[in-house]
């Protein structure tokens, strides 16, 4: 079935520091792909997404390229902040219904 | 504009008693899910309604799971009789279903300890 793997965290950077959480996945069609967050003690939130190959999904600094060919999203902000401490989920779904999570990655930022 | 209300926001029980759990969706959002987040992994979803009929309950363990959405509004999630496995956090989400983007609006989940 469809599945989607994260790296492993916790992710800890000094801020202002590059950011990339790796996400691939492995899916029977051509699902859409999200990143979604989760601030402590919040729910989860969208962060940004992306419907088809190549397209870039961009919010808050961050971003992430849908890669058909090597089946990934990783996402990525050029300098991070310290209130970008959090849980990320990668995930996929088909038309917009029953998103598919990975496992999250925590991500700590330190001033 | 009000998010998803859950409630309780945490709740600890026996094994092998029941526990309900309560979401009211943002309003005007038909399609209402509830997903499981188990420590350590993403949320895996148990159920979808769009209003109240079910789309999918493909995971849910109709066993000792059941849920219901009375008036296409709000939900009720209950375990009955609950596993020690069953420890979780038990996420609600709405969506506008027309058309679906996959931007799901979740609230704060109701955190279930069995001992």
């Known amino acids: 079935g469809d599945s989607v793997t994260q790296m492993e965290g916790p992710v800890t950077l000094s801020e202002e520091a590059f950011l990339t959480i790796n996400c691939t996945y492995t899916?029977?069609?051509?699902?859409?792909l999200f990143w979604y967050v989760q601030y402590p003690g919040e729910g989860l939130q969208l962060l940004l997404k992306?419907?088809?190959?190549?397209d870039k999904g961009s919010n808050k600094g961050f971003e992430a390229t849908y890669r058909k060919e090597t089946t990934s999203f990783h996402l990525e902000k050029g300098s991070v902040q310290v209130s970008d401490s959090a849980v990320y989920f990668c995930?996929?779904?088909?038309?917009?219904?029953?998103?598919?999570f990975g496992a999250g990655t925590i991500l700590r930022v330190k001033s | 504009e009000a998010g998803v209300a859950q409630s309780p926001r945490y709740k600890i029980i026996e094994k092998r008693q029941s526990v309900a759990f309560w979401c009211n969706p943002i309003?005007?959002?038909?399609?209402l899910y509830w997903y499981q987040q188990i420590l350590g992994q993403g949320p895996k979803l148990l159920i979808q309604?769009?209003?109240?009929?079910?789309?999918?309950d493909s995971q849910l363990p109709k066993d000792r799971f059941s849920a219901e959405r009375l008036k296409g509004v709000d939900s009720t999630l209950k375990i009955q009789p609950a596993k020690l496995e069953d420890s979780a956090v038990y996420l609600c989400?709405?969506?506008?279903?027309?058309?679906?983007?996959?931007?799901?609006?979740f609230g704060e989940g109701s955190r279930l300890t069995v001992l």
């Open positions: 899916a029977t069609g051509y699902p859409s």
């Open positions: 992306a419907t088809k190959a190549d």
């Open positions: 309003s005007g959002h038909a399609t």
């Open positions: 989400a709405s969506s506008l279903s027309a058309p679906p983007t996959g931007e799901l609006f």
């Open positions: 995930a996929l779904s088909y038309y917009g219904n029953k998103l598919v």
């Open positions: 309604f769009q209003n109240n009929g079910v789309v999918d």
